[in-house]
């Protein structure tokens, strides 16, 4: 059984920057939410480690293909998408 993560100083950011992703039209994309995933701005699961598991991924779907600034550090306002509030770290 993997080692449980103190919920402390959650969530954290992966990242002071947001990523610039291409998504594909109908898929669902998962948003990590706690920002412990080596996948960002994706979730890879690692969430399940943190105590008490009180985070879990946004789930996300494009209706159609663009362009889409996510998120890194957690902080945003409007998550999955990034709404500058990671100047103010
Ligand atoms: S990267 Fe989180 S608000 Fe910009």
């Given at each position: 059984?993997?080692?449980?993560?103190?919920?402390?100083?959650?969530?954290?950011?992966?990242?002071?920057?947001?990523c610039c992703v291409q998504t594909e039209?109908?898929?669902?994309?998962?948003?990590?939410?706690?920002?412990?995933?080596?996948?960002?701005?994706?979730?890879?699961?690692?969430h399940k480690q943190i105590e008490g598991?009180?985070?879990?991924?946004?789930?996300?779907?494009?209706?159609?293909?663009?362009?889409?600034?996510?998120?890194?550090?957690?902080?945003?306002?409007?998550?999955?998408?990034?709404?500058g509030s990671h100047n103010q770290l």
């Amino acid at each position: 059984m993997e080692e449980m993560i103190p919920n402390e100083g959650f969530p954290i950011a992966a990242k002071k920057e947001p990523c610039c992703v291409q998504t594909e039209a109908g898929k669902t994309y998962a948003w990590c939410t706690c920002g412990l995933s080596e996948k960002q701005p994706f979730c890879d699961g690692k969430h399940k480690q943190i105590e008490g598991k009180p985070y879990a991924s946004l789930k996300v779907t494009f209706e159609e293909a663009k362009e889409v600034w996510l998120c890194q550090c957690k902080q945003s306002k409007n998550p999955p998408y990034c709404d500058g509030s990671h100047n103010q770290l």
